[in-house]
Nanobody, 119 residues
Framework: QVQLVESGGGLVQAGGSLRLSCAAS????????MGWYRQAPGKQRELVAF???????NYAVSVKGRFTISKDSAKNTVYLQMNSLKAEDTAVYYC?????????????WGQGTQVTVSS
C-alpha cells in the first residue's frame, strides 16, 4: 500500500507564505515525478507544479515566480513553498506521485490539504 500524507495547509493573509509537504510511504519504488494540483470550489482540478525524478520543474503560469517546488528523494517527500499568496490561490491542494516500472506504473494522490488566503 502506498500513502501520501500532506501537511502545511491553513489560513493565511494575502501576501503571506505557506509551505506544503507531501511524504510518500509504503511500497513505492522508482518515482517518476511528484507534483501539486489544486481544486477551488466549482472549478476543475488544475496543475500547480511538478518536479521530475531528474529535478526538472514546471509551473502553472499563475504561480510562476511565487511558488517553488522541491523534493527530498531520500525521504520521498515533495514540498511546495508558496509566497506572495493571493485570494485566488484558495483551494484544496493535492499531492500526486507517479511511480513504478514499465506497465506497472501507477499514479497516487494525497487526501488534500486546504489552503485559504484571506484578502
Amino acid at each position: 500500500q502506498v500513502q501520501l500524507v500532506e501537511s502545511g495547509g491553513g489560513l493565511v493573509q494575502a501576501g503571506g507564505s505557506l509551505r506544503l509537504s507531501c511524504a510518500a510511504s509504503g511500497s513505492i519504488v522508482n518515482i517518476h515525478d511528484m507534483g501539486w494540483y489544486r481544486q477551488a470550489p466549482g472549478k476543475q482540478r488544475e496543475l500547480v507544479a511538478f518536479i521530475t525524478g531528474g529535478g526538472s520543474t514546471n509551473y502553472a503560469v499563475s504561480v510562476k515566480g511565487r511558488f517553488t517546488i522541491s523534493k527530498d528523494s531520500a525521504k520521498n517527500t515533495v514540498y511546495l513553498q508558496m509566497n506572495s499568496l493571493k485570494a485566488e490561490d484558495t483551494a484544496v491542494y493535492y499531492c500526486r506521485v507517479t511511480a513504478g516500472y514499465y506497465f506497472n506504473t501507477y499514479t497516487y494522490w494525497g487526501q488534500g490539504t486546504q489552503v485559504t488566503v484571506s484578502s
